[in-house]
């Protein structure tokens, strides 16, 4: 479980949880939770994209992932 990486929205800044039960794949349903319920004015465009696009395509310009730094113990 990766624990050094986040998911930061890009409309908010709100920080998500990057843990991946898939390699390199997002777990979807905390995303679209989260842009559904706090952004519904931006969540309508973006489901309809998923229907002709990849959902990962859409997320990359929802939420950008971040490296955390490194803290000792």
Same mark, same amino acid.
């Given at each position: ?11 908010? #800044?709100? =920080? *998500?949880? /990057?843990? *991946?039960? %898939? /390699? $390199? ?5 905390? *995303? +679209?939770? @989260?842009? #559904?319920?706090? @952004? &519904?004015?931006?969540? #309508?465009?973006? =489901? $309809?994209?998923?229907?002709?696009? $990849?959902?990962?395509?859409? =997320?990359?310009? %929802?939420? $950008?992932? %971040?490296?955390? &730094?490194? %803290?000792? +113990?």
């Amino acid at each position: 479980m990766a624990t050094d990486r986040q998911y930061r929205c890009r409309y908010c #800044g709100y =920080f *998500l949880p /990057a843990w *991946l039960p %898939v /390699a $390199k794949r997002p777990e979807s349903a905390m *995303l +679209l939770h @989260h842009l #559904g319920v706090m @952004h &519904p004015a931006e969540a #309508g465009p973006c =489901f $309809k994209r998923m229907e002709t696009e $990849k959902i990962d395509a859409v =997320f990359r310009e %929802v939420y $950008k992932v %971040v490296d955390l &730094p490194e %803290v000792e +113990l």
